[in-house]
């Protein structure tokens, strides 16, 4: 019943290191986005996507780049992993307009930056 | 810029207390506002949207565009409600993206 797969569940990774976290959706939904997940910030968007090959900055995009080739599959990529990128990453997906479910959210990558 | 803000981190209750989880938006057209929590070890999942006025396991929450609120309430607080919950507004003109409040963890105590 899965419909949002996010490939990691954790991941540690080395200062410098160039990362990529994979976000899968099944339902054929335009949208999708990836935010990150902090105590105390709630959810913050960096990226989101409304089409294939379409990309859109959210409120924090320093950092970080995405990609979009085929509808169901939205990376972001870490150009340089740096310590305060230590984080939740959360995937969702959506349809456009008034969705009466709002987002579909994956279980999240916990990514660790030594 | 749109915000929405949660301004309690944790709330702590006793089970079979009443429970109010507040939040505030800033934009002034008409919002699109929900409710979302995340059990532990589990995703984030959607509760409620103020569209449906629906109660979701004895949850309700009411839109006051006079107060910009949309505050999130139960009347008898169980243990098994012991999540962290946000609160989210969506944004049309910028790809129908949602954006989030701080989350408020909720404690619902023996």
Redesign the interface.
């Known amino acids: 019943d899965v419909k949002v797969t996010q490939s990691s569940r954790y991941l540690v990774k080395r200062t410098g290191e160039k990362v990529f976290l994979e976000c899968v959706q099944d339902m054929d939904h335009e ?1 999708m ?1 990836w ?1 990150r997940q902090d105590p ?6 960096i990226y ?1 996507s ?1 089409d294939v090959k379409m990309k ?1 900055k ?2 924090i995009p320093e950092g970080y780049s995405v990609s979009r080739e085929k509808k169901e599959r939205f990376s972001l990529i870490l150009e340089s992993a740096s310590t305060n990128q230590t984080s939740m990453y ?1 995937c ?1 997906s ?1 349809t ?3 969705g ?4 579909t ?4 990558t916990r990514l660790t930056v030594v | 810029a749109q915000r929405v803000t949660q301004p309690e981190k944790l709330l702590s209750v006793f089970k079979g207390a009443p429970v109010e989880l507040k939040c505030n938006y800033s934009y002034s057209g008409s919002p699109e506002l929900f409710w979302y929590v995340q059990y532990s070890r589990q995703r984030l999942q959607l509760l409620l949207r103020h569209i449906s006025r629906e109660s979701i396991k004895g949850f309700t929450a009411d839109l006051n565009k006079g107060e910009t609120s949309f505050h999130l309430k139960k009347p008898f607080a169980q243990e098994e409600d012991s999540a962290m919950y946000y609160c989210a507004q969506r944004i049309y003109n910028q790809g129908g993206k949602l954006i989030f409040g701080q989350g408020t963890e909720l404690s619902v105590k023996p």
């Open positions: 949208n986005f935010y105390g910030l709630g959810l913050r968007l989101f409304y859109e959210g409120d959360l969702a959506s456009p307009g008034q009466p479910y709002g987002y959210f994956g279980s999240g």
